[in-house]
């Protein structure tokens, strides 16, 4: 669901969301919620802004604790409109074991994830969740989990 061109004609807006959840490490609380463990998660909640025309790019921000030639993570988003006229989580998308490709200790990486905002457009006054787990896979999962990153026209 990314758009070629603006649809409004209007400047791109941007906007970070740091991740919640349970730190396991104080000496990493400040870069993330880390996930290493089962039962493990962080969390974002956006509300979708007033300006809002269309997505450009969603994407979480990921600081890995080691290298690795993969790692995995479970990913649920889910919105409804705050209005009342929908369940916060009427549009779902679950990736299960969702492979984050190679990782190198201590450096940032992005993931995009607009293909887990597209099964229905957003819109205006939408509460979008977006809930990463561990994936007890043979893949070994040991990051901090930033935030999210919600750029659109």
């Known amino acids: ?19 919640q959840g349970r730190y396991q490490d104080d000496s990493m609380a400040p870069y993330g919620v880390i996930i290493n463990g089962a039962g493990e998660r962080a969390y974002m909640k956006l509300l979708i802004p007033l300006d809002f ?27 409804g409109s705050r209005a009342g006229a929908e369940a916060y989580n009427v549009h779902t998308e679950v990736a299960n ?11 940032y ?4 994830i ?6 229905s457009p957003l819109a205006i006054g939408d509460i979008v969740i977006i809930d990463l787990t561990y994936s007890a896979t043979v893949q ?3 990051l901090a989990v930033a935030g999210f990153r919600f750029k659109y026209y």
Request: glycine share 6%; aromatic share 8%.
């Open 140 to 142: 070994f999962t040991n």
């Open 53 to 79: 025309a269309a997505l450009s790019v969603a994407e979480i921000i990921l600081l890995p604790q080691s290298t690795q030639a993969d790692m995995h993570l479970s990913l649920t988003t889910a919105w």
């Open 109 to 112: 990486k992005s993931y995009n």
């Open 114 to 119: 607009n293909s887990q905002l597209d099964i």
């Open 1 to 19: 669901m990314t758009p070629t061109s603006n649809p409004g004609g209007g400047a791109t807006k941007e906007l970070f969301i740091p991740a």
């Open 97 to 107: 074991h969702f492979d984050i490709g190679a990782t190198v200790q201590n450096q």
